[in-house]
């Protein structure tokens, strides 16, 4: 039966789900009529994925189990390569960056409105009224914006897709390479390569993970070698910064300085062309990281503890206790001496979490953890901050996932929130017919809960055979116990 499992289910699950993800892919031309209809499919689809994973563990693998592992991957990819991107627009903000780069102006300049892109405006102004947040300077970093000046060099979007497609399939080569290198049965590379998640966010709306996962996925991959990893890690970095996942594996090495001084060297560079900006190489982020939350769950909890606890202890009039009016502005990003109750909850909530995931980092660097190798320890330290992020766009749930293939045991819950992730798109209803975004509490429940629900399920698993090993190892007499034949 296992025999049988590997040779034909295996397959014919990963056909299934590009039947179905293919069967999304369509009928988003037509959202948001059939929204439910199309979330649905993606739903079945990241079942059949999942159901796919399952087999793995419990079959060999086939042959030609390399050419069905590419050939699906590519079938589950081919729609979404073909339509333009319909769940999200940040692509518009790609393109803008990419243009005002290729034109010899810093993307750091300013907001689109600012002056300074005038030239760019008259040329494109389709494209400059589309971009959203236009009021906002760009939040992406000098890694991705060279992504974005090649895609705009190609040909505009689809050129944007064509380099955003190579590093989806070079993070899904250094993926297969990374299996093989540690001995791994290289169909656990489809946890990526099948995923209907890359499908829809890669494929069809050309996000930029695959541009900092790559990278991510090739320090891995070189790890032994200090100096290609570290200048890798630093690319990574400056293209997206959860790659800091790496660093508690990082300050564990021998030949760290080498590692980190390579890095620095990387990341040196990579800035170079854009020091004259200042201050203004932050762009929006500050902005985005006070401020903003979508499909957040655990963090809905300390925010609500923290807007308690501010309710208790910061009662009108709000502006007394800030004395320290550059607090204020730093809290607030705004020039004025106030701060008010959800701002400061906010802060609160969010200087909570970043505790929380600060010590993580020093237990992965110096704890009962430091057992587990890098891409292990990344992926407990990028889990860890998904679950709690105050923003969880589907997109960012890549970067577990790209992780859980070099160790499947700790998949399942990164598995069951990618799955559920198309639930994160049921506002497009409202969204695109003129409303609000609203985000049905039921949803965000179901999502969060069952990976918080397979976790658990997952650590009292690995728990309960820890100790029947340890048991099993008691009943088994030392050898200096045992009686001598002579």
């Not at 290609?228 to 564990?252: E, Q, T």
């Not at 045991?409 to 559920?420: E, I």
Request: one cysteine or more.
């Amino acid at each position: 039966m296992p025999g049988c499992l590997g040779g034909w289910a295996w397959p014919a699950l990963g056909l299934l789900t590009c039947l179905l993800s293919g069967a999304a892919a369509w009928l988003s031309q037509d959202l948001p009529a059939r929204l439910r209809i199309h979330l649905g499919l993606l739903l079945l689809a990241g079942l059949c994925w999942m159901a796919s994973a399952a087999i793995i563990a419990r079959s060999r693998m086939p042959r030609r189990a390399l050419g069905w592992l590419l050939s699906v991957a590519l079938l589950v990819r081919l729609p979404g390569w073909l339509l333009p991107p319909r769940h999200s627009d940040d692509h518009v903000r790609y393109l803008w960056d990419g243009e005002v780069g290729r034109r010899g102006i810093s993307p750091y300049a300013g907001p689109p409105d600012d002056p300074i892109y005038a030239e760019v405006r008259a040329a494109r102004p389709t494209l400059h009224a589309a971009i959203n947040n236009r009021h906002l300077p760009t939040i992406y970093p000098p890694a991705l914006q060279l992504g974005f000046r090649a895609g705009v060099a190609l040909g505009g979007l689809w050129g944007w897709k064509a380099v955003v497609a190579a590093a989806d399939l070079l993070t899904l080569g250094l993926l297969v390479r990374l299996c093989r290198q540690r001995g791994q049965d290289l169909r656990w590379a489809a946890l990526w390569g099948w995923s209907p998640l890359c499908a829809l966010e890669l494929a069809h709306n050309a996000h930029t993970e695959a541009l900092a996962l790559a990278p991510c996925m090739a320090t891995l991959l070189l790890w032994q070698r200090p100096l290609a990893s570290g200048v890798l890690w630093g690319v990574a970095l400056l293209a997206k910064p959860l790659a800091v996942a790496l660093l508690p594996a990082a300050l564990r090495r021998r030949d760290r300085g080498r590692f980190v001084a390579a890095a620095a060297l990387s990341v040196l560079l990579l800035l170079a062309p854009h020091l004259s900006a200042g201050t203004r190489l932050m762009g929006s982020l500050g902005e985005y990281g006070r401020r903003w939350r979508a499909n957040d769950g655990a963090f809905a909890l300390v925010y609500a503890a923290s807007e308690a606890v501010v309710a208790r202890l910061y009662p009108p009039p709000h502006h007394e206790p800030w004395a320290w009016h550059r607090l204020a502005r730093v809290i607030t990003g705004r020039d004025r001496d106030t701060v008010f109750p959800d701002e400061l909850a906010a802060v609160l909530a969010r200087a909570a979490v970043a505790a929380i995931l600060l010590g993580l980092g020093l237990w992965l660097v110096r704890g009962s953890l430091r057992w587990l190798g890098p891409a292990e320890g990344a992926l407990v330290f990028t889990g860890a901050s998904l679950l709690l992020t105050p923003v969880l766009h589907p997109w960012y749930l890549l970067w577990a996932l790209a992780l859980c293939p070099l160790w499947p045991a700790a998949a399942p819950p990164v598995l069951v929130l990618c799955a559920l992730a198309p639930l994160a798109y049921l506002p497009l209803e409202s969204w695109l017919t003129g409303g609000g975004w609203h985000e049905p509490t039921w949803a965000r429940f179901l999502q969060h809960g069952a990976a918080w629900g397979t976790l658990a399920l997952v650590v009292v698993s690995r728990s309960f055979d820890a100790a029947k090993a340890a048991n099993y190892t008691k009943l088994i007499p030392k050898w200096s116990d045992r009686p001598h034949i002579v």
